[in-house]
């Protein structure tokens, strides 16, 4: 590929994005950077001059995917000789030029704080120079650039509020791979969200690894993350807003009363527990207890009755005892979780846990514990699904559903998704549904 002389739309660029919402954001980060420089958007990986796969480190098998893919870009490279393929993300940031040295197929390196260098780094990968850069910045928000999005439904859409993470818990590789934890201006988020209600969008998620930590000092005031939900729902009444990821140390009655009050903030908060044992989130450095955490769901409860409640659990951290697990268990019972994200600890090279603890559950009982933990949370996701049977729920209509052209998909306020009869409405419309029945992951229902 001739990178020399790069002019609009020259190029086309197919990418692949892993892991969490804030990835997906970064994605629609990189295509913009790279649209100045010539680079269009392709779904066809045989069509592309440039391959980028933006990665995940969280979990082990997250980065094993990972590597089965480069083998696939591999098999296309030696097809096509010309063909640059980068790898960003999280994994880029963990393993560096190890990953160059590693993977055939891989020409360019580039870690979360790196996309503004990306056309540099195109650059030099297509003159066979080396091309990484994994610097993290203590500044670096991305704020003046306008994702290219990459959705396909134009209804809703995600918003960085900020990077990166202070917090280390033990098991995590994630302030590794994003660095310390900076907000965003205020100012931006705003513009970035005004700027989207112009263009259509009924729907907007604000993201940080831990958005109860959102500070912005500005010469007056200090804006704090209960300020900004309130700034960002008051862009427009039709307008909805929801945020991730909420952590139950920091999580304020102030941003609870803010739900409360602005009708169009989603009642749905995502809490990771991790554990239900406070031996257990002592050792991950959660810096909170089991009491603690049950007491941040009962203000929920009180503030927000109606509000919905999903939790991220692992099972077999280290030194986990049949009771820790037993107490992990009982606090599913005791939340109520109407979903949650279940995973087996997976040691994560040089975190604290990593390196001080030993990864002393065998895997097998890490597996059981997972599978009670799953089978759990399947009776309380079936509980938490029946209760709007026979009631209205007002759903975003979303997508026309993967299984009938004839039915709307979209999610309730709850963050519950779900199916209907299409009738005049289309994807962007706010729609009454009265529930009639529910499948595992899905509420049926009919419009009114
Ligand atoms: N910032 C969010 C979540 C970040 S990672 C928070 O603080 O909750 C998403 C989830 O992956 C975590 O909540 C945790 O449940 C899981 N996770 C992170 N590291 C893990 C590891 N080493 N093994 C297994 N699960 C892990
Ligand atoms: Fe990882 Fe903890 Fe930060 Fe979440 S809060 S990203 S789990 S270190
Ligand atoms: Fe994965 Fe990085 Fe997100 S490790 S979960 S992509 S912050």
């Known amino acids: ?16 994005t892993y892991g969490c919402q804030m990835n997906v954001n970064d994605s629609e ?15 066809d990986m045989q069509q592309a001059d440039l391959i980028l796969i933006n990665t995940c480190s969280v979990r082990e098998n997250a980065e094993q995917r990972i590597r089965g893919r480069l083998d696939v870009f591999r098999i296309e490279k030696k097809q096509r000789p010309g063909l640059l393929v980068g790898v960003i993300g999280c994994m880029a940031e963990r393993l560096k030029e190890q990953l160059l040295e590693e993977e055939k197929a891989v020409d360019l390196v ?46 809703s859409s995600f918003v960085s509020i900020m990077r990166g993470c202070n917090n280390r818990c033990a098991y995590c590789i994630v302030p590794y791979t994003r660095g310390v934890e900076r907000s965003r201006s205020h100012e931006t988020i705003l513009q970035e969200v005004t700027a989207l209600v112009e263009a259509g ?22 804006i704090s993350f209960a300020r900004l939900l309130e700034d960002v729902a008051a862009v427009s009444p039709a307008l909805r807003v929801r945020f991730a990821t909420s952590h139950p140390k920091d999580m304020t009655d102030e941003v609870l009363h803010v739900m409360a009050t602005c009708h169009n903030i989603c009642k749905s908060i995502h809490l990771p527990a991790q554990s239900g044992s406070t031996r ?24 927000l009755p109606s509000c919905a ?34 995973f087996k600890y997976s040691v994560r090279p040089n975190t ?23 089978d759990l949370q ?53 729609v009454q549904v009265h529930i009639i029945e529910c499948t595992p992951a899905t509420l049926l229902g009919e419009a009114l």
């Open 280 to 303: 257990i989130l002592e050792l991950m450095r959660r810096r909170y207890t089991r009491e603690w955490y049950l007491s941040r769901i009962e203000a929920i409860r009180r503030i």
């Open 378 to 430: 399947g009776l309380l996701s079936a509980q938490s699904k029946q209760r709007f049977i026979g009631h209205t729920v007002e759903v975003l209509a979303e997508n026309i559903s993967k299984k009938s052209p004839d039915q709307l998909s979209g999610r309730s306020s709850q963050n519950m998704v779900v199916v209907f009869p299409k009738k005049h409405y289309a994807p962007g419309d706010y």
């Open 352 to 374: 604290p846990a990593a390196r001080k603890m030993k990864d002393d559950v065998p895997e097998e009982v890490k597996s059981r514990r997972l599978q009670e933990i799953i």
């Open 29 to 43: 980060v990189v295509v913009a950077i790279l649209a100045r420089e010539g680079f269009s958007v392709t779904q």
């Open 201 to 222: 969008y009924k729907e907007v998620t604000l993201l940080g690894q831990n958005v109860d930590s959102y500070r912005r000092d500005s010469a007056d005031e200090t």
């Open 309 to 342: 409640i999903s939790t991220d659990l692992i099972a077999g951290f280290c030194t986990e005892t049949e009771d820790d697990h037993r107490e992990s268990l009982s606090l599913m019972q005791q939340a109520l979780f109407d979903y949650a994200f279940m």
């Open 1 to 16: 590929m001739n990178v020399n002389a790069l002019r609009p739309q020259r190029f086309k660029l197919y990418i692949e």
């Open 110 to 155: 580039a870690g979360p704080d790196a996309y503004r260098d990306l056309p540099q780094l195109v650059r030099n990968a297509g003159t066979g120079q080396k091309a990484v850069n994994v610097l993290l910045s203590r500044e670096e928000t991305y704020a003046d650039i306008s994702p290219v999005r990459m959705d396909k439904n134009g209804v």
